[in-house]
């Protein structure tokens, strides 16, 4: 990743957040090379950033939020649990927090992982199926070639009914049901880290980080303080105190 222009684009980013009053921080490999290292992990791949769902899931503020983005070059489309903001290669992950719907005063944390090649194919349809996108048709490759067929792709399934979308995913299920296998991971983190934020200087950028960082870290990653780098076999969703269960949905579609 080119950390000049990340960290040019991650400023661009902010000041659409800000204008719009949407609170963010620093999340994810971002908060950890913030409070570990003082910078930008060197092997980190993207740039993440957290928001409270509640900011962003009504479709007038993801219309508008994806206008002004696309304004600054940058391609926009939402899933249930993440806003994702690419330009040039560049991949700003914007992770949406939402409370746990048995106890408020928890954030809660998926991440759904396929155990085998069928369990990966069955989650990405699943998040191709649940992807809210308001933004215009490209014809730009400076994401790659894939990419532009991706977010087409986007552009041209929301044409697609909304009631049909749960359908297809279950009807595949279905099908593919005796062969594939997925579990989802969860993390319970107290709301108050995010709720209240505390904000630190990043390469000369006033940015916001949860206010008990180090604890919201031990819980993440475990061990945070000793460096890892991420390589095959490395799964940071089996450290801290991440729980493993069988699930046989995960998807929630918003739009």
Do not use: C
């Amino acid at each position: 990743m080119d950390e000049r222009l990340a960290l040019e684009y991650l400023e661009e980013v902010k000041e659409v957040f800000d204008n719009n009053k949407i609170p963010f921080w620093l999340e994810f490999g971002t908060l950890l090379g913030a409070i570990r290292d003082k910078k930008i992990i060197p092997w980190d791949d993207d740039i993440d950033l957290g928001i409270l769902a509640e900011y962003v899931d009504s479709k007038f503020i993801k219309k508008k939020l994806t206008n002004e983005l696309e304004k600054k070059g940058f391609s926009v489309y939402f899933l249930w649990d993440v806003m994702n903001i690419d330009k040039n290669l560049i991949k700003i992950n914007v992770q949406l927090m939402r409370y746990n719907p048995k106890d408020h005063k928890k954030i809660l944390l998926e991440k759904p992982v396929g155990g085998n090649f069928t369990g990966k194919i069955i989650i990405k349809i699943g998040r191709l199926l649940s992807v809210s996108y308001y933004g215009k048709i490209k014809f730009d490759k400076s994401n790659g070639l894939r990419y532009l067929i991706k977010i087409n792709l986007f552009y041209l399934l929301k044409y697609l009914p909304k009631k049909f979308k749960p359908l297809i995913y279950k009807i595949v299920k279905i099908f593919v049901s005796p062969f594939y296998k997925m579990t989802i991971h969860y993390l319970d983190v107290p709301a108050n880290y995010f709720l209240n934020l505390k904000t630190i200087n990043f390469y000369g950028l006033k940015l916001k980080v949860p206010s008990s960082s180090k604890k919201y870290l031990e819980k993440k990653y475990g061990d945070w303080k000793k460096p890892t780098k991420h390589f095959e076999g490395f799964n940071w969703y089996e450290l801290g105190d991440w729980v493993k269960k069988k699930h046989e949905t995960f998807l929630i579609y918003s739009d």
